[in-house]
């Protein structure tokens, strides 16, 4: 089925730990997200890239890295984690315009 | 900074009911508007998306309106079923592709 891919679906790390959230859409869009959600604040933006090539930061993008590998592909990086990175990670595709966003299952990251 | 509010927060209606969803938002000049739904430990599921120049959009027994002006968009729901219950998420286009999120309604359809 066509749609966003995020891998993997859950974790679980030790303060200090590094890992990389790996995400893929095959419906040739040409943005990319990285979310998280967490109760109470809602999702909030982490990351985006608007093309292959760039990408930007969003509201909570500290202790953040992303590479946009290529087109298909958008990963999200923590460097050193901290259990105020426990939270449900979300990445999504879109196309410019009219289509609206489409959203990958989630990755559940627990930090200890 | 725009703001997205929903309200309420939690509803619970008989299974049958019509029902609305609420959402304002702060910053008129938003380019789409979207709806979501999202089932407990579950991701993003896209309902309906609004574009700027729209009032509404219609998919099955849901019904979505935008009024740009007074910074406000409704989900309304036919007929409700226990299958319907799920949290419902706004969200606006800021620009043309960053989007910001309500907090959502959770809804309960009883039997």
């Known amino acids: 089925n066509a749609g966003v891919t995020q891998t993997p679906k859950f974790q679980v790390l030790k303060t200090g730990q590094s890992m990389t959230l790996q995400c893929a859409q095959d419906?040739?869009?040409?943005?990319m997200y990285w979310y998280r959600q967490d109760p109470g604040m809602g999702l909030r933006l982490i990351y985006y890239?608007?093309?292959?090539?760039?990408?930007d930061k969003g509201e909570v993008p500290n202790g953040y890295n992303v590479s946009r590998l290529n087109k298909r592909e958008f990963s999200l990086r923590l460097e050193s984690a901290a259990p105020s990175q426990t939270s449900v990670y979300f990445c999504?595709?879109?196309?410019?315009?009219?289509?609206?966003?489409?959203f990958g299952s989630g990755t559940r990251l627990t930090v200890v | 900074k725009q703001e997205v509010t929903q309200i309420p927060a939690a509803l619970s209606v008989p299974e049958g009911e019509n029902l609305v969803l609420n959402c304002s938002f702060t910053?008129?000049?938003?380019?789409?508007l979207q709806w979501f739904r999202q089932d407990p430990g579950k991701g993003l599921t896209s309902l309906l998306l609004?574009?700027?120049?729209?009032r509404e959009q219609t998919s099955g027994r849901l019904n979505a309106s935008l009024d740009k002006s007074s910074g406000r968009s409704t989900l309304y729901i036919a007929a409700s079923q226990p299958g319907d219950s799920a949290t419902y998420l706004c969200?606006?286009?800021?620009?043309?592709?960053?989007?910001?999120f309500g907090q959502g309604t959770r809804l309960t359809i009883n039997p």
């Open positions: 999504a595709s879109s196309e410019t315009g009219s289509i609206g966003y489409t």
């Open positions: 419906m040739n869009h040409n943005s």
């Open positions: 890239s608007a093309s292959e090539g760039t990408t």
């Open positions: 910053d008129s000049a938003i380019y789409n």
């Open positions: 609004i574009q700027s120049s729209q």
């Open positions: 969200a606006v286009f800021q620009g043309a592709q960053k989007l910001v």
